[in-house]
């Protein structure tokens, strides 16, 4: 049964609230975890402990999910303080004294907003990052294997080059013999040609056959002047240098 009006002990309850209020004791303590003062401070301790970057992407993905927890706190604090001052916790804070809470609040509200796009901000920069490191590395790797593909063209063709060079000195190197072996053949036939026609010539009854082109001669006119012009392959004097046009048949 309530008795209006229920006041007389309204001054010692109100001193007493005064005096708890004055030292921040009781339902004004803020390190009283059910008291408002208390809830308003931890909210503050958790806005300034925010980390902001750089980090990451996995770093920054966990400092939003932090920073969403903790506005979350804030949109509670924020309907609390708008609530009904006439009940519990808010009973104990109805003075204007306390709208400093509400201030309070609010400035680290703006706080955390300020961290979540600044954390929105660096996660784009670490994307952008990323992909210009990851274009970086496509361009080296593409360069490298240019590189690669440019010193083993390079040398093939080294390798081609000496080859065609090796085979060259080989054919010349075969003509060169070849010649040799010609001008000497060419050399004896010439020595037995002139042996016969001194033979022929002492006897008076033979004529003297043409003589072969001489292993010395080193070309056609010199051929011709020694009347052994033309020559085919397999004769006494023929030679390569004598045949341009590769018929098998020398100085035609």
């Not at 609010?106 to 300020?114: F, I, K, L, S, Y």
């Not at 961290?115 to 490298?144: C, S």
Request: glycine fraction near 8%.
């Amino acid at each position: 049964m309530l008795f209006e009006p229920n006041d007389k002990f309204y001054d010692e309850v109100l001193a007493s609230q005064e005096a708890a209020e004055a030292a921040g004791i009781g339902l004004f303590a803020d390190d009283v975890a059910c008291t408002v003062p208390a809830q308003v401070r931890e909210y503050a301790d958790a806005v300034a402990d925010l980390p902001a970057g750089p980090g990451t992407l996995e770093e920054i993905d966990g400092w939003a999910a932090e920073a969403a927890a903790v506005a979350a706190t804030g949109v509670a604090l924020v309907e609390l303080l708008d609530g009904d001052g006439s009940v519990f916790p808010m009973v104990s804070c109805r003075s204007d004294r306390w709208t400093y809470l509400r201030d309070d609040v609010a400035r680290d509200n703006g706080r955390v907003a300020e961290v979540q796009e600044r954390l929105v901000t660096e996660r784009t920069d670490e994307e952008r990052r990323i992909e210009r490191e990851k274009g970086e590395e496509a361009e080296r790797k593409a360069k490298e294997e240019a590189e690669r593909k440019a010193r083993e063209d390079a040398e093939r063709k080294a390798q081609e080059e000496a080859e065609r060079q090796a085979q060259q000195a080989a054919e010349q190197a075969a003509r060169e013999e070849a010649d040799r072996q010609a001008q000497a053949a060419g050399e004896q036939a010439r020595r037995r040609q002139s042996a016969s026609t001194s033979m022929s010539t002492s006897g008076g009854d033979a004529a003297p056959a043409p003589a072969a082109p001489s292993a010395y001669d080193k070309n056609c006119s010199a051929a011709r002047a020694a009347g052994a012009a033309p020559v085919v392959v397999g004769q006494p004097g023929y030679g390569r240098h004598l045949d341009r046009d590769g018929d098998g048949v020398g100085c035609e």
